[in-house]
């Protein structure tokens, strides 16, 4: 296994930890979610006696369980309309199975701007039932969060638990209606840990932990919120989990994990991210795939080494993570956006490099893919950087983006031919880039338009 250049020890867990802050931003969690239910689940596992083996799955699972999220999020708006962030997070608080309680959270929740009658025709047009369609929804988080962890080679327990997430104890949850020790332990757990931390966030630990004692032997095992008893009332856990609410944890060590993060897995890691980040909007399908692509292929003709051409291509699976976090409704806009929406799209650029630059094998990678917006815009400034500071790599992902942007159709925009788009980004920047950088895009633009 050759290991991740210049980090060490390297391991998954790592690596996934810090990623899973960009997935808590999917469905408007409290920065560090899914790091605090990992954390949640290692303090169960304790009395509970589990294995080396046993906290690992319960770990990676915690920290890809909403790794699904964005494929669903074009459906929570088209239902409840308005940031489908907001209609992700309050629905967790929802009785669903319910049908009273989900009729009315449906009519609080759903966005009313076009009126009682246009929340109306969407919830029609959405599903006949609240808790047929908000189990639909789960299954779609559910179905693609397992295939992540299987295509990253986890142990199958980890799919497995992520399947079985929204099952309740007494059977009254789903997919499956799974009933008692019939749903596996690590689900059991997480499914515990997750909901403690909702409620822990919005409403106080000590109303978390009510929640746990009220919901035993319905929602929850009962043996794990008594395990939740051995550990909740010290000192220690009330000044940790408050501190980590305030401070939100930026990444997670297991300890005694392996070195398991090699080059060959690193990529796998980030081109399945980018796909996760393509589904958030119906109109980016592939895109982050082409971009790293088309600047890979750029730098090997500029003759880069293997390793800055590695760097480019993973700058170009995660270019856009910080979209993760742009309501739907922004991204599939098809006017213009207002002063608030385009503030919201600034904000993801330095989240970027923020995000990227601690995590092992990316450091660099932060720094060429957090500048590939805002400073091409003819005003665009940040930082002190203008487009004609980009450094080379830089260069080449923004005009990979713009390239596969423009020839590629958005709800604001009709798409251009790849002779069209080469045209105006040349036209537009002759003498800002580097000559070299423009010259070989412009003589590759026919194979790149084979890509897209």
Not at 53 to 77: I, P, T
Not at 89 to 106: C, E, G, H, I, Q
Not at 144 to 151: D, L, T
Not at 444 to 449: A, E, L, Q
Request: net charge negative.
């Amino acid at each position: 296994m050759q290991a991740v250049r210049g980090m060490g020890e390297s391991t998954l867990v790592r690596l996934l930890s810090g990623l899973s802050l960009s997935l808590d931003l999917v469905e408007g969690h409290h920065p560090g979610h899914a790091i605090r239910v990992a954390r949640f689940a290692m303090l169960l596992a304790r009395p509970l006696e589990l294995s080396p083996e046993q906290v690992r799955v319960l770990v990676l699972a915690a920290l890809l369980k909403d790794s699904g999220c964005s494929a669903a999020a074009h459906r929570v708006h088209r239902i409840f309309g308005g940031d489908d962030r907001l209609a992700a997070t309050v629905v967790k608080f929802t009785d669903w199975s319910n049908p009273y309680r989900a009729v009315k959270s449906a009519l609080i929740y759903g966005d009313k701007e076009d009126g009682w009658g246009g929340l109306g025709m969407r919830l029609a047009r959405g599903f006949h039932w609240p808790r047929r369609v908000m189990q639909e929804i789960g299954e779609a988080r559910r179905l693609h969060g397992s295939q992540v962890a299987a295509e990253l080679g986890c142990p199958p327990e980890v799919a497995q638990a992520i399947r079985c997430l929204d099952e309740h104890f007494d059977g009254s949850g789903a997919p499956q209606g799974l009933r008692g020790e019939e749903i596996p332990l690590a689900a059991r757990i997480l499914t515990l840990a997750q909901t403690f931390d909702e409620f822990a966030v919005r409403f106080g630990l000590t109303v978390a932990l009510r929640m746990l004692a009220e919901r035993s032997g319905s929602w929850f095992d009962s043996d794990l919120v008594a395990a939740v008893d051995t550990f909740s009332y010290s000192a220690e856990f009330w000044e940790d989990w408050e501190t980590m609410i305030e401070t939100p944890p930026r990444g997670l060590d297991l300890p005694g994990d392996v070195d398991d993060l090699d080059e060959d897995r690193l990529d796998l890691v980030c081109s399945t991210f980018a796909r996760i980040i393509d589904a958030k909007s119906v109109f980016t399908a592939g895109h982050s795939s082409r971009v790293a692509r088309m600047a890979a292929a750029t730098g090997r003709r500029l003759g880069h080494d293997p390793l800055r051409v590695a760097e480019l291509r993973r700058a170009g699976w995660l270019h856009d993570i910080a979209k993760l976090g742009v309501p739907t409704a922004v991204l599939d806009k098809p006017g213009r956006l207002s002063g608030d929406e385009a503030s919201a799209i600034r904000a993801t650029i330095s989240f970027t490099r923020d995000l990227l630059h601690p995590l092992p094998g990316l450091e660099r990678v932060g720094e060429i893919a957090w500048v590939h917006h805002r400073m091409l815009d003819d005003a665009g400034v940040w930082r002190g950087l203008t487009a004609d500071s980009l450094d080379q790599d830089q260069q080449i992902l923004a005009l990979a983006d713009m390239f596969d942007a423009s020839v590629s159709e958005r709800p604001y925009k009709t798409p251009l031919t790849s002779a069209e788009a080469m045209r105006n980004l040349h036209a537009r920047l002759h003498g800002v880039f580097d000559p070299a950088v423009i010259s070989v895009f412009e003589d590759s633009w026919d194979t790149f338009r084979q890509v897209v």
